[in-house]
């Protein structure tokens, strides 16, 4: 399985962006996929959440802003960001595993070892 992102770039506050993951050898569908954020020095952060059966959940700093989805026609994962703010800078990566874990609704957090299959990541840089 293979996961790669794209879409990142440098934007000013206020703007939009979407992301994208493609997936090879094995289908969205089949997966529970999320996004994670990272800035240099700090552990990746689960923002978004899709489960097997498509049900979503997001971390509060990103709800009403960030929206993550399935395109199952082209197997892909995006991850449309609107509003976009400076602390929203970092590295996004794409992660896929077979089981769902939590729902973010439940505050618990997402772990990196929760997902079996990463991307390499795409940058966003937010100026303010």
């Known amino acids: 399985v293979q996961l790669v992102e794209s879409g990142g770039g440098s934007v000013q506050a206020g703007t939009s962006l979407i992301l994208s993951c493609r997936v090879s050898?094995?289908?969205?569908?089949?997966?529970?996929m999320a996004w994670f954020h990272q800035v240099p020095g700090e552990e990746r952060e689960g923002v978004a959440l899709?489960?097997?059966?498509?049900?979503?959940s997001y971390v509060d700093s990103v709800k009403g802003r960030f929206a993550i989805s399935k395109d199952k026609a082209n197997n892909i994962l995006h991850l449309e960001m609107k509003g976009l703010k400076p602390e929203d800078t970092g590295m996004y990566y794409c992660?896929?595993?077979?089981?769902?874990?939590?729902?973010?609704?439940?505050?618990?957090?997402?772990?990196?070892?929760?997902?079996?299959?990463w991307g390499q990541g795409t940058q966003v840089t937010v100026f303010p």
């Open positions: 992660a896929a595993d077979f089981d769902t874990p939590p729902s973010l609704d439940e505050g618990v957090g997402l772990a990196q070892a929760d997902f079996a299959y």
């Open positions: 050898d094995a289908s969205v569908a089949d997966f529970a």
């Open positions: 899709i489960g097997r059966a498509g049900y979503t």
